[in-house]
């Protein structure tokens, strides 16, 4: 048993302070310090009989528990029997956090460079395998599965049909408000229609339906392969002899060439209706010289340019899609970072490509 009792701001611990008892006098003390605030506490251990390690460590400790309470400790002399105890049972003090070395800067970058180089090796080597599989598989369609063809084509192309005509009506009909605010001043209305025709079917056609895949079907497949390779399908399917790219990424990849141009077929319709739509009932311009001066504007290169431009953009997006998916890694949290860089590392591309492009046709 231990004695815990306090006359003013002395705290007196009497007979035996050891482990066994040790809870109890703790939750005294701290009683004792919270209902008595004192700003020096003295501490008598005169008539302390028996002391133990967790004892001493308990003592040692009463100074930080007083400054808990905003107040500061002395210890009396203990007796001479229990000295020897008390010392040996000194804490040792805390370990210093070490600081981390700072690397250099040459080190720092070497090892970006090092790691840019592996990812960018890593996604080329992707890229030719998925492109040199897609080819393969229209003479050897036997890794492939059967209707899976017409499965993603219906999900990237005929379920975006909605979305993709909306918006290119409502970009049509901007450019046309945007063209005839300037070519007003001139009194060249009329070449509000080869501006709009022109414009859409090289530019805006492809690069906004490219978008929107992007968006809408990049995403899904990044989610669905890193979903894949999360639950350890992907793995099943070598096992299987299956090799993953052919089974997975193949039927993704022809869906969105095939279906991304023919989604760009409809979204230049689309937008150069909407822009007649504003260029007759805004402008006063009669339907039939507006459609005279499209048609007269078009030529066969411009539609031919947009096309070549929408199926390389649907290339790309499957085999960065692909890539963020196959190199995902963690959880949920992991899912929800392939989808972000796989549409923001889409976008990238489209553009990087939409301006290479325009470099080589203009």
Do not use: C
Not at 2 to 9: D, E, H, P
Not at 97 to 116: C, D, M, N, Q
Not at 251 to 270: E, G, R
């Amino acid at each position: 048993m231990s004695s815990v009792y306090n006359q003013g701001s002395t705290l007196f611990l009497s007979d035996a302070l050891v482990l066994s008892n040790l809870s109890e006098v703790d939750q005294t003390v701290r009683l004792l310090f919270s209902e008595h605030p004192s700003a020096q506490w003295q501490v008598n251990l005169d008539t302390l009989e028996r002391l133990d390690t967790a004892g001493a460590l308990f003592l040692h400790q009463l100074s930080a528990l007083a400054n808990q309470h905003e107040s500061s400790l002395q210890l009396g002399p203990l007796p001479e029997h229990l000295q020897s105890i008390f010392q040996f049972a000194t804490p040792l003090p805390a370990a210093a956090k070490p600081t981390p070395a700072r690397i250099p800067f040459l080190e720092r970058f070497g090892a970006s460079a090092y790691r840019f180089i592996e990812h960018a090796a890593d996604f080329l080597y992707l890229m030719a395998d998925l492109s040199y599989f897609s080819v393969q598989a229209l003479w050897n369609r036997r890794a492939i599965r059967r209707d899976a063809f017409v499965d993603q084509a219906y999900a990237i192309g005929a379920q975006a049909l909605p979305i993709i005509g909306l918006i290119l009506f409502l970009i049509g009909a901007v450019s046309a408000l945007q063209s005839a605010a300037q070519l007003r001043q001139f009194g060249a209305d009329i070449y509000v229609a080869d501006l709009l025709a022109i414009g859409i079917t090289t530019e805006l056609g492809p690069l906004m339906t490219a978008i929107m895949v992007a968006g809408r079907s990049g995403s899904a497949i990044a989610a669905e392969i890193a979903t894949m390779k999360f639950s350890e399908e992907l793995d099943a399917l070598r096992t299987m002899a299956l090799e993953p790219l052919r089974f997975v990424a193949v039927p993704k990849m022809w869906a969105m060439v095939v279906t991304v141009p023919l989604l760009t077929v409809m979204a230049d319709f689309v937008g150069i209706l909407g822009g007649t739509v504003i260029g007759v009932f805004s402008m006063g311009i009669s339907p039939a010289a507006f459609v005279t001066q499209i048609l007269s504007s078009l030529f066969l290169k411009d539609i031919l340019t947009g096309l070549i431009k929408s199926a390389f953009f649907a290339w790309i997006i499957t085999v960065i899609a692909v890539y963020r998916g196959v190199n995902f890694s963690g959880g949920a949290v992991g899912v929800g970072q392939a989808i972000t860089s796989a549409v923001v590392s889409s976008l990238v591309g489209i553009i990087v490509l939409d301006l290479a492009f325009n470099l080589l046709f203009y």
